[in-house]
């Protein structure tokens, strides 16, 4: 079986497992998913506090590059087009989104944040993990997106947040983020 094929046949799948209750569970996740909204509001927080500003940084530098590689490279490079584009039998239950499908932008964010808590084992990784996995859940079940979209997502989020990180604990010891701040500020 082909990945394609495989990829049909989830979306399917989860149109025929659509219920009242879940919809609006899963339309909750995609909505807090929406341009990464959850984990800038979530980096921000973490920038105001001098304890945590470092990661606060580190998640938005990583959701920069996520972004710019999925969304401005990737997606205009493959140009593939979403479920409901492909199958016109899919029920949306959000507006269809206007870019194209691989990888999930919604997912590539969400695990470039998840990627920032894992490997600076930060706390609260695994409540971010879950946030990330119903936000990438979400983008399937409402057939906005197949498997290997998010798939490629989650590759591309945890790639990004792998390699900031490592540049990270190379040179924490040379990086201030206060000045950075201050920099920033003036």
């Not at 509001?41 to 001098?50: E, N, T």
């Not at 029920?91 to 989104?97: G, N, R």
Request: include cysteine; glycine fraction near 6%.
């Amino acid at each position: 079986m082909e990945i394609f094929s495989i990829d049909i046949a989830i979306v399917e799948g989860l149109q025929r497992l659509q219920v009242p209750v879940a919809n609006q569970i899963m339309m909750f996740f995609s909505a807090i998913g929406n341009a990464g909204i959850v984990w800038i509001i979530l980096a921000l927080i973490l920038v105001m506090r001098r304890k945590t500003r470092n990661y606060g940084i580190i998640i938005l530098i990583a959701l920069l590059i996520t972004a710019i590689l999925g969304e401005g490279v990737l997606k205009n490079i493959i140009k593939r087009d979403r479920p409901f584009v492909a199958l016109s039998n899919l029920k949306l239950l959000i507006a269809p989104p206007a870019s194209y499908s691989f990888p999930s932008g919604h997912t590539a964010s969400s695990f470039a944040a998840f990627g920032v808590f894992y490997f600076l084992n930060m706390r609260y990784k695994w409540v971010v993990f879950l946030t990330a996995f119903l936000i990438a859940f979400s983008r399937m079940y409402l057939g906005v997106h197949y498997f290997s979209d998010i798939i490629g997502g989650i590759i591309l989020g945890l790639g990004v947040s792998y390699v900031v990180c490592s540049y990270y604990k190379k040179n924490s010891d040379k990086i201030n983020s206060n000045k950075f701040i201050k920099k920033l500020l003036n």
